[in-house]
Antibody
Framework: QVQLVESGGGVVQFGGSLRLSCEAS????????MHWVRQPPGKGLEWVSLIHSDSGNEYYRDSVEGRFTISRDNAKNTLYLQMDSLRPEDTAIYYC??????????WGQGTLVTVSS | EIVLTQSPATLSLSPGETATLSCRASRSISTWLAWYQQKPGQAPRLLIY???NTVTGIPPRFSGSGSGTDFTLTISSLEPEDFAVYYC??????????FGQGTKLEIK
């Protein structure tokens, strides 16, 4: 069965960096695009980034463009999100998800990122 | 950016009743809309894609309809496990993919 397991969250100071990982299993990882979606505590869902299956194309929401970098290692079945210049408004649970042409058909359990000011 | 507005914010119903949740797009998105269910402490779960296609394994009491700017998620004969927050998401014009703000379906 499809499994996505995020790791790498934690508490970081304003301006700091974190690298999230998402280990995938149960499907042909290299064949699918992958998303990062975040959810601030008690709030709704916010799409963050998408990377295509071959790492050829990356997309970001405006508020993270230039600060976050999505990448993947298809040999390791792992998705990454490098987050630099973190701000308090980046505080959220970060989910990775498998792309189904736009909708996300499988989600990880999430990892919490807290940015302190 | 396409804005999705969900209504109502909160819907209070009893088990056995039918829930009707609305999602309105700021401009036409054809049928490129998905619906998700999220329970407390859990990740979202995809229910419906392309407005009316139910994901394999989702109970038939869940159905989606609509096109253009107005969409509906209908849950017939509510079960206790259906009480959760529901989100719509568009894939017509991206980036960014956008979500509605959510509708909380609570037990009356």
């Amino acid at each position: 069965q499809v499994q996505l397991v995020e790791s790498g969250g934690g508490v970081v100071q304003f301006g700091g960096s974190l690298r999230l990982s998402c280990e995938a299993s149960g499907f042909a990882f290299s064949d699918y695009g992958m998303h990062w979606v975040r959810q601030p505590p008690g709030k709704g869902l916010e799409w963050v980034s998408l990377i295509h299956s071959d790492s050829g194309n990356e997309y970001y929401r405006d508020s993270v463009e230039g600060r976050f970098t999505i990448s993947r290692d298809n040999a390791k079945n792992t998705l990454y999100l490098q987050m630099d210049s973190l701000r308090p408004e980046d505080t959220a649970i970060y989910y990775c998800g498998k792309d189904r042409g736009g909708p996300i058909d499988y989600w990880g359990q999430g990892t919490l990122v807290t940015v302190s000011s | 950016e396409i804005v999705l507005t969900q209504s109502p914010a909160t819907l209070s119903l009893s088990p056995g009743e039918t829930a009707t949740l609305s999602c309105r797009a700021s401009r036409s998105i054809s049928t490129w809309l998905a619906w998700y269910q999220q329970k407390p402490g859990q990740a979202p779960r995809l229910l419906i894609y392309d407005a009316s296609n139910t994901v394999t394994g989702i109970p038939p009491r869940f159905s989606g309809s609509g096109s253009g700017t107005d969409f509906t998620l209908t849950i017939s004969s509510l079960e206790p496990e259906d009480f959760a927050v529901y989100y719509c998401q568009q894939r017509f014009n991206w980036p960014p993919f956008t979500f509605g703000q959510g509708t909380k379906l609570e037990i009356k």
